[in-house]
């Protein structure tokens, strides 16, 4: 059992809201599922990337580690966690997590080795595919040499198959290479969740640590989170942790919705009103286009009040 000092408090078996990528936690909202089945199609399907974005903590790599160990038996899936490299480094990173051992590490000796060891997996019915969590780091130099590696083909076969997660602004590099945007056969966005989602999360979370007391989370609170987390799952866990927190300080089994507004400076989340709208945010999360959203939205408050002293200038 967890240390955290709220746990038997409510009768939890396991924590339930936190912050690491613990993917039996994992609760599949519509859009999770369908980001999910895209996943899915990357490893059954050759040929091509499968991109998936999401601001920060809207549950991207903890659908990459599910998506992991379901394959884990059926096809050689070659984690690229760490995004930051240069040159011929990404070639070298691969290699290491394929577990390969290359004596000619040169750009052209570590291709012809890794096509070897694709084509050698393949043959034995386990496709190998290369996931790559913060692809958003990725520099238009490593771009470029995983379009080289997806391009590997022997036989008509395609050899490697690509899935890729990263912030909104990845999209942005994608679509500046129409050959790599070409490649991409799927892409999906995972937004906030809605507020009853967010019921539903927290409802789940629960009963996986071990308790369906849905009286710690009264519909107000439930509420309130919404707000303040813009339906983001990191920061669900975060504010619902820091209210059991305070529920289990003052000997209480529920929490209150008065708690959220005293911790959240601590938790360094912005209250609603400091937050950009959502309707201010394009689909591509492009800054420019929130300043232009956001343009527009005050030239219309300015045109309304203008129209409504005119009115009322008329009347008088």
């Not at 059926?74 to 690229?80: G, R, T």
């Not at 007391?213 to 919404?226: T, W």
């Amino acid at each position: 059992m967890s240390n955290i000092i709220y746990l038997k408090n409510f009768g939890f078996q396991r924590a339930p809201f936190q912050i690491t990528t613990d993917d039996t936690f994992l609760y599949l909202s519509k859009q999770h599922s369908k980001a999910m089945a895209y996943m899915d199609y990357a490893v059954s399907q050759s040929g091509g990337f499968v991109i998936i974005t999401g601001e920060i903590g809207s549950g991207k790599t903890i659908l990459l580690k599910r998506m992991i160990r379901r394959f884990s038996k059926k096809a050689v899936c070659i984690n690229l966690s760490f995004t930051n490299l240069d040159g011929e480094e990404l070639f070298q990173y691969v290699a290491e997590e394929a577990g390969l051992n290359i004596i000619n590490k040169t750009k052209v000796g570590l291709i012809f080795s890794l096509k070897k060891y694709f084509l050698d997996n393949l043959n034995r019915g386990k496709p190998c595919v290369l996931v790559i969590d913060e692809a958003q780091n990725l520099s238009s130099e490593n771009l470029e040499d995983l379009r080289m590696l997806a391009g590997l083909e022997a036989n008509d076969r395609p050899l490697l198959r690509v899935v890729m997660l990263g912030q909104p602004e990845f999209m942005v590099s994608v679509n500046r290479s129409e050959q790599l945007k070409q490649r991409v056969k799927l892409h999906y966005h995972l937004s906030g969740l809605n507020e009853v989602e967010v019921s539903k999360y927290i409802d789940h979370r629960l009963l996986v640590a071990g308790t369906d007391v849905s009286e710690i989370f009264s519909a107000e609170v439930i509420k309130v989170i919404y707000q303040y987390s813009r339906g983001i799952p990191r920061l669900i866990n975060k504010i619902c942790d820091a209210l059991l927190l305070c529920a289990f300080i003052e000997e209480r089994k529920y929490t209150l919705k008065s708690d959220i507004d005293e911790v959240a400076d601590d938790l360094m989340i912005s209250k609603p009103s400091e937050t950009v709208p959502s309707d201010m945010v394009s689909s591509n999360g492009d800054p420019i286009d929130r300043v232009v959203h956001a343009l527009e939205s005050i030239n219309k408050n300015l045109e309304s009040l203008v129209n409504s002293l005119s009115v009322k200038e008329k009347v008088s």
